[in-house]
């Protein structure tokens, strides 16, 4: 009885933490895009499936289901190593549910110590257990670079060895055990003497692994014939040698010293308690641990197959996006090999790495409240990305990785964080997908601007101009920066700047152009210099330093400052507006 409401409580715990979950996805989104609810993404989700299902596309899923959730084609491509150490996880845990746990949902009548299903039994968890040491040594062993760990891998290991292991050594425990033996011999055996008791309990101490205080010394031949005759009338129905089970027996014969100590303290009561609940916990824990991927991650993939922008509908890409979210298993492997990871090096920020900006895009989508600090590290981390499109095309579970980090950038927007970067070349390729921003592109573009004029402020008191040293170091510029106190204002690079030449009146729009930049910066101006719109719009070509008669290094005076402006502005501590719609 106390069984069944352990396995009740953990399968409403269960199925109450998947619909919850699964109601997230129609709830939650990185930042509203159009006036709709629950049941309209409700009912567009359902819409997709039919048409999908009915359509040519349902057999692109069918080959995405073989090829990429069946047979992971997808981690293969990538590594090798990690393939193997999947399949043992996934298809060795599979199996084991299927033959053992859920025994008698499927087989009429279940006989777990017959063959093929002992051998089988362990055959299933020595996959899994081979599949943790991989794992476990890719992890800790490997010296994967910037791979991190976190407190949900360490559970989702342990948990998994725990399953396993109290299993083998509960099956071991009961192949000595002397209790658990006359219990069976009790209900299912008919020996009518004494004698014939003692003669089937020698013979499963000779050949069955039996560890019996009442079976000493050596075993006469004729005895073990006798037994053996009387196990083939009671028992070989119901047991194979349990050699078969080859790692359970391993432990049976590993712990033999100590089997009676054991029995009498009960251990395979208490052993299969410690497994029962080992399962039940791991399953009613499981829609909010890493587990909860077995469910997402192939999901993830159908979706991906046949979703993209432009022909999806918005809820149906929004909902889809929450499913990825839970569908990362953390495994690392955009982040190995990112482009821009090797920037945490200098920078401690950890949303610059892609595995980490997973979690933090899970609370921007709650709508939970963020500190001033979190959102502009979280948006650091989305505008060092390259958009060189390497962590979506690795993503063992398909996550369309570029698409969240869009996503999220527009969402810290409306949330009204300042990143002065937007006004930059750094933004091409927000330029490049202005097209999917229904409204409100040129919103950041003004902010930041607005934040850069309003954080500097040209000085109202009488200009007092500089010379000699103080001159050099009015600016916190570096040496080559500091050319521009030998700029005479020619305007070769001017003349040579191709962002100038694209205007009709390129002092309107820049502000400044770069040799009054470098003359501002010579008079001590830095107020007016960081204000002026060159700095963003520069190109970085380097032909205004290339010609520059004087040697003035131009394009890195205009970089230094840009930077200047960038540092400045991280210390600004506003308060962020909520969110908005534009």
């Not at 709830?27 to 006036?35: N, Q």
């Not at 079976?215 to 005895?223: L, Q």
């Not at 070349?425 to 202005?434: D, E, I, Q, V």
């Amino acid at each position: 009885m106390s069984f069944l409401v352990a396995l009740f409580i953990s399968l409403a715990l269960f199925l109450g933490g998947v619909l919850y979950k699964v109601s997230r996805w129609f709830k939650r989104t990185l930042y509203p895009t159009a006036e709709e609810g629950p049941g309209v993404r409700l009912s567009a989700a359902l819409r997709g499936l039919v048409s999908t299902l009915l359509s040519l596309q349902g057999l692109r899923l069918l080959k995405v289901f073989a090829l990429d959730v069946l047979l992971q084609m997808r981690v293969l491509r990538e590594d090798p190593y990690r393939w193997v150490m999947h399949l043992c996880l996934y298809w060795g845990f599979l199996l084991l549910l299927v033959t053992h746990a859920v025994r008698g949902l499927l087989f009429e009548e279940y006989i777990p110590t017959l063959n093929p299903l002992l051998f089988l039994r362990d055959l299933f968890a020595a996959a899994v257990l081979l599949g943790v040491a991989l794992a476990v040594y890719r992890r800790w062993g490997m010296g994967v670079p910037r791979l991190v760990s976190n407190s949900m891998d360490l559970y989702a290991i342990v948990a998994v060895a725990l399953i396993i292991a109290s299993g083998l050594f509960l099956e071991g425990v009961k192949i000595t055990s002397r209790s658990v033996y006359l219990r069976m011999v009790q209900e299912y055996a008919d020996l009518s003497t004494p004698e014939e008791e003692r003669a089937l309990e020698a013979y499963w101490v000779a050949k069955f692994g039996l560890v019996s205080p009442a079976v000493k010394g050596p075993i006469e031949e004729g005895f073990l014939r006798m037994g053996e005759e009387l196990h083939e009338m009671s028992c070989a129905g119901c047991h194979s040698r349990p050699r078969w089970a080859f790692l359970g027996y391993g432990v049976a014969r590993a712990i033999k010293p100590v089997a009676l100590p054991l029995d009498r303290a009960g251990a395979a009561e208490g052993l299969w308690w410690v497994h029962v609940l080992a399962c039940l916990v791991a399953l009613a824990f499981l829609p909010f641990s890493k587990f909860f991927h077995l469910l997402t991650a192939p999901l993830c993939l159908l979706c991906n197959a046949v979703m993209e922008r432009g022909r999806s509908s918005p809820a149906n890409l929004a909902t889809k996006r929450m499913i990825e979210l839970d569908a990362c298993t953390h495994c690392g492997t955009c982040t190995v090999r990112c482009s821009a990871a090797p920037v945490v090096e200098v920078m401690p920020n950890s949303d610059v790495l892609p595995s980490e900006k997973i979690a933090s895009l899970k609370v921007l989508a709650s709508g939970k409240e963020l500190s001033r600090r979190r959102l502009e590290e979280l948006l650091e981390g989305i505008y060092l990305c390259t958009n060189c499109y390497r962590c979506t095309v690795v993503c063992p579970v398909g996550i369309d990785l570029q698409d969240l980090w869009f996503e999220a950038r527009e969402a810290l927007f409306r949330r009204g964080v300042v990143e002065v970067s937007v006004l930059s070349p750094l933004s091409f390729f927000r330029g490049l997908m202005r097209a999917e921003i229904e409204e409100g592109y040129e919103v950041p573009l003004a902010g930041a601007k607005e934040a850069i004029a309003a954080r500097f402020q040209p000085a109202e008191e009488p200009l007092q101009v500089p010379t000699g040293a103080e001159l050099q170091g009015r600016l916190d510029l570096s040496a080559d920066a500091r050319t521009f106190h030998v700029c005479f204002s020619c305007q070769t690079c001017s003349n040579a700047c191709p962002v100038v030449a694209n205007y009709d009146d390129p002092e309107g729009a820049l502000g400044l152009l770069p040799h009054q930049i470098m003359r501002a910066c010579a008079l001590g101006l830095r107020e007016l210099a960081f204000r002026a719109e060159m700095l963003w719009r520069c190109l970085t070509c380097y032909q205004c330093q290339e010609l520059c008669p004087q040697g003035v290094r131009v394009a890195d005076v205009l970089y230094e400052l840009k930077t200047l402006v960038v540092e400045s502005m991280k210390g600004k501590e506003d308060e962020v507006r909520p969110l908005r719609r534009l």
